[in-house]
C-alpha cells in the first residue's frame, strides 16, 4: 500500500456530509468486516482522510474495505487548502480509504486512512457505525468471526446523517414542491367551487 499526499477531497455530492467535501461518505465493499453494516444499511463516515493505493498484491491478499467515487481527487495543500475545485498538482481518485490486507505467512492488518473517524463526534453522525467497522476490523484480525457484527445502539444516538445530494433533494422537495402542490390543490378547488356556483 501507499499513501496519496494531501487530503481526500470528493465533488460527489453523494459522497460527503454536511455540505463539506472532505467529510467523506465512502462506498462499503462486500467483505467480513462490512457486510454487517451493508445488510443493517450503515454508512461510515471518513473526515480529513489521506487517500491509499495498492502497489503490490503479489504478498498478501487485499481487501478493499471503503473507497471514493470517480470524482475524488486528493489536495496537496493538506489542511492549508483554500478550495475544494480541482487544481493543478491535485491527484485523481479514486482512493481507498480503509482496506484489510491478509499477508502469506498468516499476517493480517487493516488500515483506516482517517485518524479522526473514530472521534466520538463523527461516531455519533455515523450512530456508532464508525466504531462498529474499527470493532469489526479488530475481532477479524484476532479471529473471533463471531464478533463481527453490529451493536446494539445507544439511544443518545439522535442523529440523521445523509449526504449532500440527499440533502439538496429534501430541501427542494419541502421549499418548493410541496408548496406549490398545496398552490395547485387550492387553486383547484376554488375554480370547482366557482364553477358549481355559476352552474346554479
Not at 485523481?92 to 490486507?101: E, H, K, N, R
Request: charged share 20%; aromatic share 10%.
Amino acid at each position: 500500500m501507499d499513501t496519496v499526499d494531501g487530503i481526500v477531497v470528493d465533488t460527489d455530492r453523494g459522497h460527503y456530509a454536511f455540505q463539506a467535501p472532505y467529510i467523506l461518505l465512502p462506498d462499503l465493499n462486500s467483505s467480513e468486516i462490512t457486510d454487517p453494516l451493508i445488510e443493517e444499511n450503515y454508512y461510515a463516515i471518513m473526515p480529513v482522510a489521506q487517500g491509499l493505493t495498492i502497489q503490490d498484491t503479489e504478498s498478501g491478499r487485499v481487501t478493499e474495505l471503503l473507497t471514493t467515487s470517480e470524482m475524488s481527487f486528493s489536495k496537496t495543500d493538506g489542511y492549508a487548502l483554500s478550495s475544494y475545485e480541482k487544481e493543478e498538482g491535485d491527484t485523481d481518485g479514486p482512493f481507498i480509504l480503509a482496506v484489510s490486507v491478509a499477508a502469506e505467512n498468516g499476517g493480517q492488518i487493516v488500515w483506516f486512512a482517517s485518524s479522526s473517524f473514530l472521534d466520538e463526534m463523527y461516531n455519533a453522525y455515523s450512530s456508532g457505525a464508525n466504531l462498529d467497522l474499527a470493532i469489526n476490523a479488530m475481532s477479524s484480525i484476532i479471529g473471533e468471526n463471531e464478533a463481527v457484527a453490529i451493536r446494539s445502539k445507544s439511544l443518545n444516538y439522535n442523529y440523521l446523517t445523509i449526504s449532500d445530494s440527499t440533502a439538496s433533494f429534501l430541501k427542494t422537495i419541502m421549499i418548493a414542491v410541496f408548496p406549490l402542490m398545496y398552490l395547485g390543490i387550492g387553486i383547484c378547488v376554488i375554480i370547482g367551487r366557482r364553477r358549481w356556483n355559476e352552474a346554479k
